[in-house]
């Protein structure tokens, strides 16, 4: 991942660790990158007009894919993106894309990431390293309700390679703050090179071969407007 990428995920690891304490000391660390990259990440208010020229920008390229928190979030994103390339967090472990579309992953569960940033002050993020530590509260198991948020946010952000593009229709959510994160004035993206019938294929074959059928037979019958025989 891209240096703002690596930046971003730690910051997240140690809003975690803060509001949660240490699970285990083998993954009690933070993450280096070693790409030579900067990358960027902007967080981006949810309207219709951003949507839109993502969209336009975006969708004939196999460089970028668009993730949602859950599955049942899906339908109602490819309204109005119209790439094959749309993904929840759990279908898009194991890929990476040069650059991800992030879709009001916080703002559609605004309560249970409110419940995640509760407490959690900026001085409690400084420093470069975690220190081993359970969590104040032993008997707070908020954790095990609250991980697979902490986990998927995780998960989407790490599935960057370089750009991040953050919509979220909550743009001062609590969490997002103590990301420190600020909302952009204006998307920074240029028109993406359109990818040619041979890289859609390619891809279509990639994400077959693990086992993402769905978005590769969305390639196959949107893109490449090839159709399987009846029998």
């Known amino acids: 991942n891209a240096q703002a990428v690596t930046t971003l995920a730690n910051q997240l690891l140690k809003i975690k660790h803060a509001r949660f304490g240490s699970i285990d000391r083998e993954t009690n660390f933070l993450v280096q990158s070693c790409a030579s990259q900067s990358g960027s990440v902007q967080l981006l208010a949810d309207k219709d007009a951003t ?17 949602v928190l859950r599955d049942e979030d899906k339908a109602a994103v490819r309204q109005q993106f119209q790439t094959p390339l749309v993904f929840s967090v759990h279908e898009a472990k194991g890929l990476e894309y040069p650059n991800v579309i992030m879709v009001d992953m916080v703002s559609g569960q605004r309560q249970a990431f409110a419940e995640l940033a509760q407490g959690v002050q900026p001085e409690d993020l400084r420093g470069d390293e975690l220190a ?4 104040k509260d032993k008997t707070d198991h908020t954790l095990e309700l609250f991980k697979f948020y902490v986990n998927a946010l995780y998960v989407a952000i790490t599935r960057v390679v370089e750009n991040l593009y953050w919509v979220e229709s909550d743009t001062s959510h609590p969490l997002l703050q103590l990301l420190e994160l600020h909302t952009a ?31 590769a037979d969305a390639i196959r019958n949107n893109v490449l407007k090839t159709q399987k025989p009846a029998w």
Do not use: P
């Open 185 to 215: 004035e204006s998307l920074m993206l240029a028109q993406a090179k359109l990818s040619s019938q041979q890289e859609w294929a390619q891809e279509a074959r990639r994400l077959e071969l693990q086992g993402k059928q769905e978005q």
């Open 51 to 67: 949507r839109r020229e993502l969209n336009t920008k975006t969708r004939g390229s196999t460089q970028f894919a668009v993730l």
């Open 132 to 135: 081993y530590r359970r969590g």
